[in-house]
């Protein structure tokens, strides 16, 4: 008997002989022909059936049918987004803990100015929009690692490199380049590369040393470009720059989570809901912020803030 399974996580050499070895010398399986997101299998059906054989591959953590994959559009993925909550129950409140964060963070930074800042008559122009954008920066940015870590799933190296990639590169391009323009390229370059080689390879490494090796490089990458392009523009229009920045950067944040779901979440049995709860959620914010805002405030100025 001739049968076709579809797995669309077969993406590389090392998901073929993952595959391969799993099925080698089995009873039953007279030839098994990998190709891209699904396998020919020739089986004796007296030894074996083809729900035996989907169940092994997914015990290896790939997704597996006797029936093709549906991928539903954007349009309907919106639709279905809004309309069955239950399903998308972590997303909607990935959502709720952003929006909150945001506003107590904001509120603490208002009353800390007041306690600690008004004498001062030039803070809030000097870093009044930097403390907005490190507080946007920092809730998105840890919005998209809860919820990349909501989920435990094992993931390919495709799509564990992007994740590694996308940490490491954003977290270094936004903090670098806000702490590049309140602190300058060297103080800006160090902790921008450090935040994103950590976040980047944290998260990289669900998929193995190849997701950390993508997300440290990313993260010396994106640090050092970060503050680059903030000191570069320093004496041109870095503050009409820096808007269409951060929100270029949170679009491919919310890409990446939209990527989780499509290719590990959706139609993937093996997926287990470990999300953490709101005060952890907040808790990391309210320390990176702390950390981010005492190098802003006491750390060597550069030009833009310390005339």
Partial sequence: ??????????????????????????????????????????????????????????????????????????????????????????????????????????????????????????????????????????????????????????????????????????????????IGATNGMFIGSIVGMLFGVFVGWMNGKCCGVMGVMEGTMAGIMGGTMGAMISVMMLSDNLLLFMPVFIIVNIFVLLGLSYMLYEEVVENNENVKKIPADFAAFFSYCFVVLFLLGLIIIYGYKSAFVAL
């Avoid at 008559?121 to 990349?148: C, M």
Wanted: a positive charge; hydrophobic letters at 45%; glycine letters at 6%.
């Fill in 1 to 178: 008997m001739k049968t076709t399974i579809y797995c669309p996580d077969i993406e590389c050499d090392s998901c073929v002989k993952v595959l391969k070895k799993t099925f080698d010398g089995m009873q039953g399986i007279n030839n098994l022909n990998i190709k891209k997101e699904h396998l020919d299998v020739e089986y004796e059906e007296a030894m074996i059936k083809p729900e035996s054989i989907v169940q092994m591959i997914k015990e290896k953590g790939y997704r597996a049918a006797l029936q093709p994959f549906t991928r539903k559009t954007f349009k309907e993925r919106s639709r279905d987004f809004f309309a069955n909550k239950h399903k998308y129950e972590l997303e909607h409140r990935m959502i709720i803990f952003t929006a909150i964060t945001f506003v107590l963070l904001m509120i603490i930074e208002y009353f800390t100015y007041f306690l600690l800042f008004r004498d001062d008559p030039v803070f809030l122009t000097k870093y009044g929009v930097w403390f907005l954008y490190a507080t946007i920066s920092t809730v998105f940015l840890s919005a998209a690692v809860w919820h990349i870590n909501a989920y435990k799933a094992n993931v390919t190296h495709m799509v564990g490199m992007m994740i590694g990639m996308t940490f490491g590169m954003q977290t270094g391009l936004l903090i670098g380049s806000i």
